[in-house]
Nanobody
Framework: QVQLAESGGGLVQAGGSLRLSCAAS????????MGWFRQAPGKEREFVAT????????GYADSVKGRFTISRDNAKNTVYLQMNSLESEDTAVYYC??????????????????WGQGTQVTISS
């Protein structure tokens, strides 16, 4: 059974940086997408970034492009989200997601089958 475990959330001042990690376990397949989504209070869960775990192709939401970087460590089955120049609008619970359909870089919640529990990121102004 696929399991995803996020870590690295916390409280940081505006303009600061954080790095989130997502470790995957229970994988029985080798090619997949891993993505990050976030959900702020009272809002729907939204796409942040995604990566093709084999080729390294990446996709980003316009709101984070140039500030966030998604990467992976194949040896550790771990994906990272480096977040720089954080803004108060980035405050949310961040979720890691995974799906076996890797042909397209998917950007919607319904296209990902596996989800982590989430990690809180709070930006203070």
């Amino acid at each position: 059974q696929v399991q995803l475990a996020e870590s690295g959330g916390g409280l940081v001042q505006a303009g600061g940086s954080l790095r989130l990690s997502c470790a995957a376990s229970g994988l029985t397949f080798s090619h997949f997408l891993m993505g990050w989504f976030r959900q702020a209070p009272g809002k729907e869960r939204e796409f942040v970034a995604t990566i093709d775990y084999v080729t390294g192709r990446t996709g980003y939401a316009d709101s984070v492009k140039g500030r966030f970087t998604i990467s992976r460590d194949n040896a550790k089955n771990t994906v990272y989200l480096q977040m720089n120049s954080l803004e108060s609008e980035d405050t949310a619970v961040y979720y890691c997601a995974l799906d076996r359909n890797w042909v397209l870089l998917r950007r919607t919640v319904s296209e990902y089958a596996y989800w982590g529990q989430g990690t809180q990121v709070t930006i203070s102004s």
